[in-house]
């Protein structure tokens, strides 16, 4: 049984490419040797759609007061500086490599939904769902 040589269709009259056995615009059986029921038209399967996935970096920490143990939420643009608790004035330094720091609570804005979003230091590097909307973040060490 040969091939289609290619050439026009002959329902539509488009030109198809050789080798073909339907034809791209109207599905005319273009090689007239097979059988209509001899060639299997596949069905369309949608792909499954893909999730992005958006890079977010820690905005500020969530920190404890070390007078008055009031939780204050900080921006990290302040930190090795010296802050001020907002509910008993005291003031301290913001020490980014002292332990309350480091294991502090982070929060930064869900790119999706633009809800708040708290997490833990042990997130940082990891792919997480938005617990609002459930957008997929990765949260990456700030620089």
């Known amino acids: 049984m040969p091939a289609w040589p290619g050439g026009p269709c002959p329902q539509c009259g488009d030109d198809m490419p050789q080798n073909l056995i339907h ?7 273009l090689n007239l040797e097979l059988e209509k029921d001899s060639v299997e038209v596949p069905t369309f ?18 920190v404890e007061c070390a007078k008055c143990h009031q939780e204050l939420k900080i921006n990290r643009k302040y930190l090795g500086q010296r802050v001020q608790c907002k509910f008993c ?3 301290f330094k913001l020490d980014p490599t002292s332990n309350a720091v480091m294991g502090a609570d982070s929060y930064s804005q869900c790119p999706h939904c633009q ?5 833990s230091s042990k997130y940082v590097g990891s792919k997480v769902a938005c617990r609002f909307c459930g957008g997929k973040v990765h949260i990456v060490k700030p620089e």
């Open 45 to 62: 399967v949608p792909l499954q759609e893909v999730e992005s996935v958006v890079e977010i970096t820690p905005v500020g920490l969530f």
């Open 89 to 91: 004035s005291a003031d």
């Open 23 to 29: 034809c791209r615009t109207c599905r005319q059986l």
């Open 115 to 119: 809800e708040q979003l708290r997490y």
